[in-house]
């Protein structure tokens, strides 16, 4: 390992303009002749638009123009889409209803967006939106997916009968009812998985532009796949065909995978821009977000474990209902599906595996993918029951996880539910962990807090996750409508100097840094002299983007490839100049060398040759730029071991994290500094979604958590310091051998947490807690097993 | 009706037509076009927006610009000098205290304002400071850190 | 926010005048409950009134017993006012859990209890303190100031000018905080004072805050946290919401209380 190479947590490129304040998010951009958008908005979970009066604020002062879903179906632009296709248990295919981008004649959500106002200014965008009249006529609406599902329940859409958008089903049904049969125990458990809403500091904003000469639209996003958003917008959306869309998502202020999907503001403010020739800006005021990002989990489930006498794990059950909201976003339909179910069978060898899941329509917002999409709900489900097996069965919880963990010398694993596992050592982490969190010392810690009226509680999560997604045919065969790889292209400049191009977009996760280094470390230029440029479709060829902790081990997979063609030419060139044969030639720290001689040559001399190629090899092309697309063989695998410990004041039921421990397998790890903050934000969204946040409806789906006020948001007083530590499989699967970090945190910090507090309170009767556990749930939790027990 | 709103801001005497209900951020952002400060939410909590006025840390989209009228208002991009980082700045840097970036100026704005307050805080005391300050990407961990670091470098 | 006109009165006087001549005058503090409000278009002053620079209404008084806190103070200035701080220590300590330093730094102690919101933190201290609200017309007593959700004795044209507390044998303030908000979930402000002791409870009212007179009573007799061991708030009058049922809310007054009175020492 170099000072800067693979491996050095080298201090990150991007920071000095974010520290200065010389960031260019979207809302910094202002184009010239810029107009400013405010979207008129439902007040109402469900009504039918009797009419829409414009003409108040068509008048109003610096309003240029208004337009409704009307106009928008009039110019042909087409519905917002879902782009993964889910077929159910009889065969059909999930249903999709229309989703325009501005509500025609019936609102389903509140926020469901229905006029876009464009004036002069912000706060007379904001006047003008308040004088369109909407003529609603309230309708009964379902929010809880569970009711959604009940033959009384409202239709969200008249055409999903049941409010069903599928019923699918994975693993061997038959099989697994036996294994039930064979069992000495069986843990039930009803658990649910709490709807969240994302929050990324930085709002969602969008800057529609229209160039009349050329003809071309250009589109500023807060995006973390600005090719992906240029592709559906163009095929799908039709707003104007791909080479005449631009898509540039510039510095993004976080996403956690709600800005992935294509929404419907930028696909109005795009298709606007043209409409009034000039160009549209909108930025989400935070209650917006809360009305109109896409919500994340969300999942009702009955689950059962099967255990032998042994405590080895014979089968597991699982029934989920996933909320879908009132539309189907662009990802939702693999959520619940493809990156949950196929993940049960956890870091465990459980043989029989089934799980059905109905993914349901409600008046809600949609629901979509969010850090973890799928995976946390998954551990969550398995670790919950395997401690609740544990403390049912007597066993020590640690112990139990140890019996049932994929041995070392079984990978790759093929589980019951399509996935293969590349490697691991699930035993190794669970070890560190124990050790790191004095797992020993615990007895003694929970005796001390008893007598200071405290009651301590430890939890574990052995969580394992499917990132790097993913190979383009097992997408494809799954039903996903795109093929899942990335491109790279390195660019050296005739002065040596490098630029690298890649399809992957950084939010947060230090790309500029990250990518700079595995590039510098293959072929051997300094990290200060690799720019990396992204976010720009007439920049960057292709991408796919970044989520599912997939931007280093795909889109860092381009990069080696593109550098070992840059390799592969310099030998060429470098061989010619130095009058060898190409066999003889070396590259090793940036130098080519002919073997066993002191005669060399370095990459930035082979660049400076190759773009002034007077002594050059016959039949090369000159330049030194090349190109990659990289499809992975498989998803990756990490996985570890989590353990929490927390103290609960029975008085007030207030939680504490006292002590929080996270042992992660990443495989190879290019930056420990940036990866270990990676797990501390993952683990920080885990705890809030254990211990504070929780969005909520009423009834008739009016949101009752619409702002900060009432939605808790972790803050630095709430989260706890993480002791991190790390164990290394390399993955075999790609040529970092990396894994993916981004989604570790979140996936196992929640079941972690909860498994604490449960253990806090197991001897008071407790069985289960309901997540978020604020002090008021722990404290009516208690409440009710006293209740229970008397 | 507009009005005219004067003030220093970073050093520098500058003035400008507004309308009353022009928020400070608003006037650093769209009239100075200083967007180091940014806008994270409506409910004045985030802090994404802190900025010093009269050397103490405040929340510039809870103030008009009509309230700083003649204050000396100081934004993330007064602290560093000649291109080099403030401490503050530096320690989060050298601490890996920023994600996204996008909370990071209120968030150092607000850190300076602490160690003002209290040049040797306690991990507590700077968890408790950061009340106001909305992190997504760190959970605060390395913030912590940073603060700490940035206090050192600031004391010595 | 809708437009609005900007005022910056110099004196109280003008300020008044302002205020009456205006059409739908609002007076403008620290800002800190108000701009927020206008920001979410729930209100639509047709002037703000800045009394911020009126130097009349800020500023800490000690005279004897008596600690006069200026309307326009912030609640940083009493958290870090030694005067306050040696007088009376809860008060100090309250102001410090307002909000977050941000928020202390504009949010002013007048703006606070003329907007009497549910939640807020300094109702408790003014009510449990029994506190005289100074207005340029009048002084009212705490138990006649705060009349409801978000109401209170002042008139359209009554400006807050000062808050007077007198010092008490001991108090203390517990606040159990709302986890999103941060506002005040259940707070117990109790005092022991010349006329007896008083528990002042903001956050849990659905009226705003109120005193527990029967735990007054029993502390009265035995000010300790087993003299009220046995009472139980009734939730009848309280809030319910999802933050917190009434029965949680009237269980957490307790505790808060007995917490308070273990902490006045």
């Given at each position: ?790 | ?156 | ?111 606070s209890i003329a907007n009497n919101d549910p939640?807020a933190?300094y109702p408790g201290a003014v009510l449990g303190?029994g506190a005289?609200v ?6 009212i007593t705490a138990d006649d100031f705060f009349l409801g959700l978000f109401e209170t004795a002042l ?5 807050i000018?000062?808050v ?25 402000f ?10 002042a409870v903001t956050?849990?009212g659905?009226e705003g805050v109120f005193r ?54």
């Amino acid at each position: 390992m170099t000072s800067e190479g693979i491996g050095a947590s080298v201090r990150r490129k991007e920071d000095y303009r974010f520290l200065t304040g010389n960031g260019h998010y979207l809302d910094d951009i202002n184009r010239q002749g810029q107009a400013h958008a405010s979207f008129v908005r439902s007040p109402h979970a469900a009504a039918k638009i009797n009419g829409i009066d414009i003409s108040n604020a068509t008048n109003a002062p610096g309003v240029i123009a208004v337009f409704t879903g009307k106009d928008l179906a009039d110019d042909g632009i087409g519905p917002l889409i879902c782009g993964w296709a889910i077929t159910s248990k009889n065969g059909d295919a999930h249903n999709a209803p229309a989703h325009p981008a501005l509500a025609v004649d019936t609102v389903r959500y509140v926020g469901d967006a229905v006029a876009i106002v464009i004036a002069e200014t912000l706060e007379q965008a904001k006047d003008g939106a308040e004088q369109v009249a909407v003529d609603y006529e309230e309708l009964p609406a379902v929010a809880s997916p569970v009711g959604a599902m009940s033959a009384s329940s409202p239709l969200v859409h008249d055409d999903a009968p049941g409010n069903l958008c599928y019923d699918w089903e994975i693993g061997d049904k038959a099989e697994t009812d036996a294994a039930f049969e064979k069992a000495a125990h069986v843990t039930h458990m009803d658990i649910v998985n709490n709807r969240l809403i994302p929050n990324a500091v930085e709002p969602r904003a969008a800057i529609g532009e229209y160039d009349v000469g050329g003809d071309n639209l250009t589109l500023y996003t807060t995006s973390q796949n600005p090719h992906v958003a240029r592709l559906v917008l163009s095929a799908f959306n039709g707003v104007a065909p791909e080479h005449k869309l631009r898509v540039i998502a510039p510095d993004v202020g976080g996403g956690f995978g709600s800005k992935i999907f294509i929404y419907a503001e930028e696909t109005v403010c795009l298709w606007a821009a043209r409409k009034v020739r000039q160009p549209v800006k909108w930025t989400a005021a935070r209650s917006e977000s809360f009305q109109t990002d896409a919500h994340g989990r969300d999942h009702v489930s009955k689950a059962e474990l099967a255990l032998d006498a042994d405590g080895k794990f014979l089968g597991l059950r699982v029934n989920t209902v996933a909320n879908m909201g009132a539309y189907l976003s662009t990802f939702a339909t693999c959520v619940p599906s493809y990156l949950y179910a196929t993940l049960l069978a956890g870091q465990y060898t459980t043989p029989a595996i089934y799980c059905d899941v109905q993914a349901v329509f409600t008046n809600t917002t949609p629901v979509d993918a969010y850090r973890g999409a799928g995976r946390p709900e998954a551990t969550f489900v398995i670790e919950r029951l395997v401690e609740q097996a544990a403390k049912e069965t007597g066993r020590d919880p640690a112990e139990l996880r140890r019996i049932n963990m994929v041995p070392v010398d079984a990978f790759p694993y093929q589980t019951p539910v399509i996935q293969q596992y590349d490697c691991g050592n699930y035993g190794a982490a669970l070890d560190v962990a124990l050790d790191k969190a004095d797992y020993a010392g615990f007895a003694q810690r929970r005796s001390d807090a008893e007598a200071r009226g405290k009651r301590r509680g430890i939890g574990f999560s052995s969580y394992i996750e499917a990132c790097g997604i993913a190979p383009s045919a097992a997408v494809g065969a799954l039903g996903g409508g795109v093929g899942l790889w990335e491109s790279g292209q390195i660019r050296f400049n005739p002065t040596g100097n490098v630029t690298i191009f890649t399809g992957s977009h950084s939010h947060g996760q230090g790309h500029e840094t990250t990518f700079a280094q595995i590039v510098a470390t293959r072929l051997g230029v300094a990290v200060e002299n690799v720019e990396v440029v992204h976010g720009d479709t007439d920049k960057v060829m292709f991408g796919m983007g970044t989520y599912g902790s997939r931007s280093a081990a795909v889109g860092g997979s381009a990069l080696c490839k593109a550098a070992d063609k840059i390799v592969e030419k310099g030998m060429k060139i470098a061989a010619h100049i130095l009058e060898a044969s190409e066999d003889d030639i070396e590259f090793t720290d940036g130098n080519f060398t002919v073997a066993g001689t002191d005669k060399t040559m370095s990459i930035g001399e082979v660049a400076f040759a190759a773009y002034v190629p007077h002594n050059y090899p016959e039949g090369v092309e000159p330049g030194l730029n090349e190109t990659a697309f990289y499809d992975p063989l498989n998803f990756s695998f990490p996985a570890g071991t989590h353990i929490c410990e927390v103290e609960i004041d029975p008085d007030t039921g207030s939680v504490e994290i006292v002590n929080y421990t996270a042992i992660d397998d990443f495989g190879t790890v290019i930056n420990p500094m940036i990866v270990e903050g990676q797990v501390h934000g993952g683990v920080a969204q885990g705890v809030g979604q254990a211990l504070l946040e929780g969005c909520v409806y009423d009834d008739a789906g009016q949101l009752l958590t619409g702002s900060f006020m009432d939605y808790a948001m972790p803050r630095a007083s709430t989260v706890p310091s993480i002791d991190v530590g790390m164990t290394e499989t390399p993955s075999p699967l790609n040529p970092l051998g990396v894994k993916g970090c981004g989604e570790a945190g979140a996936i196992a910090a929640p079941a972690a947490t909860i498994n604490a507090v449960v253990d806090a309170l197991w001897d008071l009767g407790v069985r289960d807690v309901p997540m978020p556990a604020t002090a008021s749930a722990v404290w009516q939790t208690i409440q009710s097993a006293a209740q229970a027990a008397e | 009706m507009p009005v005219t709103v004067s003030m220093t801001v970073n050093g520098k005497a500058v003035s400008g037509e507004v309308e009353p209900r022009t928020l400070l951020v608003q006037f650093i952002r769209e009239n100075l076009k200083l967007t180091g400060t940014h806008v994270g939410c409506d409910t004045s909590q985030c802090g994404a927006c802190v900025v010093h006025i009269d050397g103490t840390s405040v929340k510039s989209c809870t103030v008009l610009a009509m309230q700083a009228e003649g204050s000396e208002v100081n934004t993330i991009e007064s602290l560093a000098t000649n291109d080099e980082l403030h401490p503050m700045q530096a320690a989060f840097r050298e601490n890996h205290g920023l994600q996204c970036g996008f909370c990071t100026p209120g968030m150092v704005m607000s850190a300076v304002d602490l160690v003002k307050e209290n040049p040797d805080p306690s991990e507590q005391e700077i968890r408790e400071w950061l009340e106001g300050n909305i992190c997504r990407c760190t959970g605060y961990h390395n913030i912590v850190k940073s603060i700490k670091a940035g206090a050192e470098a600031m004391r010595s | 926010m809708y437009e609005f006109d900007y005022q910056r009165p110099a004196s109280l006087a003008d300020a008044v005048s302002a205020l009456q001549s205006a059409e739908d005058g609002q007076l403008l503090a620290g800002g800190h409950t108000l701009l927020p409000t206008l920001k979410q278009r729930l209100a639509r002053p047709s002037d703000l009134i800045d009394i911020s620079s009126i130097g009349e209404l800020r500023g800490i008084a000690v005279d004897g017993d008596t600690i006069t806190v200026g309307a326009t103070t912030t609640h940083a200035e009493v958290e870090g006012s030694e005067a306050v701080r040696s007088a009376i220590p809860a008060l100090a300590d309250l102001a410090g859990m307002i909000g977050d330093p941000q928020v202390r730094h504009r949010g002013t102690i007048g703006g606070s209890i003329a907007n009497n919101d549910p939640a807020a933190d300094y109702p408790g201290a003014v009510l449990g303190l029994g506190a005289t609200v100074v207005t340029n017309k009048r002084e009212i007593t705490a138990d006649d100031f705060f009349l409801g959700l978000f109401e209170t004795a002042l008139a359209e044209d009554e400006i807050i000018t000062a808050v007077r507390f007198s010092k008490p044998e001991k108090a203390c303030y517990m606040k159990f905080a709302q986890p999103a908000s941060r506002f005040s979930l259940v707070g117990a402000f109790v005092a022991k004072t010349s006329g007896g002791v008083r528990v002042a409870v903001t956050g849990a009212g659905q009226e705003g805050v109120f005193r527990v007179t029967e735990m007054e009573a029993a502390l009265d007799a035995n000010f300790s946290a087993d003299a009220i061991a046995n009472i139980a708030v009734p939730d009848d009058n309280l809030n319910s919401d999802i933050h917190g049922s009434a029965e949680y809310r009237a269980h957490l007054i307790g505790v808060m209380a007995k917490r308070a009175i273990a902490g006045c020492g």
